[in-house]
């Protein structure tokens, strides 16, 4: 590549020669049409004379413009890469504050939901405890013991009373949802690194309308059973190999009954605040670019 730079600058150089050649071979020409002119041409025409450049110096001075457009090119070369060093941090950079925001979203999510499950226990607590005052107002006027009994013994009796019925509250308004959401993150988070990305979001989008569906209309019985055998279901959630997402209805409250082939939801297996988890985490699952591996 550079012999034939170097050989279109000789003969760049040799046609910029080979003019002057010809205006001083013409010179004889016209001196020989007329006796003791030639001189007075060169001086009449105001130009100087012009030296001849020998092949050497011809070839020196190709090598010197070949050297200068390699060096132009690698100055254009260096400038390319520093933008586009520039380029890739200022990539970087954005990438970053992008994941920072996912992170602080994906935190206050967490704090919303825990706050929202702190409110429902504490109502429910409040539930139980005047249940359990009602009830010992009825007893207590059934056996015809008088209202003015010890405030302290009733105080006593309502918080053991209390205390019980919060134990199994707990099993659905305490510790059960944030244990449940955990679980249920680590399955998606298996399902989004072991399969296809389109098959895992259609995989997300499927069981998210199942939760949304829950959560809309609870009482509806045909959302509160998935046939197994429905090619829909089957193609989009039952065909994962390692049966994740039939794990993360199972996570949310159905059950699989072998005989019918069906997921079924009971009354007593439903919760809100379980849903609610599953359907914070299968929206971080589709939206955040980061999920699975922060």
């Known amino acids: 590549m550079e012999d034939e730079e170097l050989q279109r600058a000789i003969a760049a150089s040799l046609e ?105 226990a504490k109502r429910a607590k409040q539930k139980v405890m005047e249940q359990i005052a009602r009830d010992k107002a009825e007893r207590r006027s059934r056996l015809g013991i008088k209202a003015e009994a010890s405030a302290g013994e009733d105080s006593s009796d309502a918080e053991q009373d209390g205390k019980r019925k919060q134990r199994e509250e707990d099993s659905v308004f305490g510790v059960k949802p944030v244990q449940t959401q955990t679980k249920i993150r680590d399955v998606l988070v298996q399902i989004k690194k072991s399969y296809p990305s389109d098959r895992a979001q259609t995989c997300f989008k499927t069981l998210s309308a199942y939760c949304k569906n829950l959560l809309r209309v609870p009482a509806e019985q045909k959302f509160r059973t998935i046939n197994a055998e429905n090619n829909a279901f089957r193609q989009r959630v039952g065909s994962l190999e ?44 589709l939206t955040n670019p980061f999920f699975g591996s922060l």
């Open 16 to 120: 910029g020669s080979g003019g002057h050649g010809g205006g001083a071979s013409a010179s004889p020409a016209g001196s020989a049409g007329g006796e003791g002119k030639g001189n007075d041409v060169d001086v009449d025409a105001g130009g100087e004379p012009t030296e001849k450049l020998s092949l050497e110096e011809k070839e020196a001075a190709a090598k010197a413009k070949l050297e200068e457009i390699k060096q132009k090119k690698v100055e254009e070369e260096r400038k390319l890469d520093r933008e586009r060093e520039k380029e890739r941090i200022r990539f970087g950079k954005e990438m970053l504050a992008q994941k920072k925001v996912l992170e602080d979203q994906e935190r206050q999510r967490v704090m919303d939901f825990r706050k929202r499950e702190k409110d429902e």
């Open 242 to 285: 390692g049966g994740e997402g039939t794990k993360v209805l199972e996570l949310v409250g159905f059950a699989a009954n072998e005989e019918a082939k069906t997921l079924a939801m009971a009354d007593d297996r439903f919760s809100k605040l379980v849903v609610e988890a599953a359907l914070t985490e299968l929206n971080n699952a």
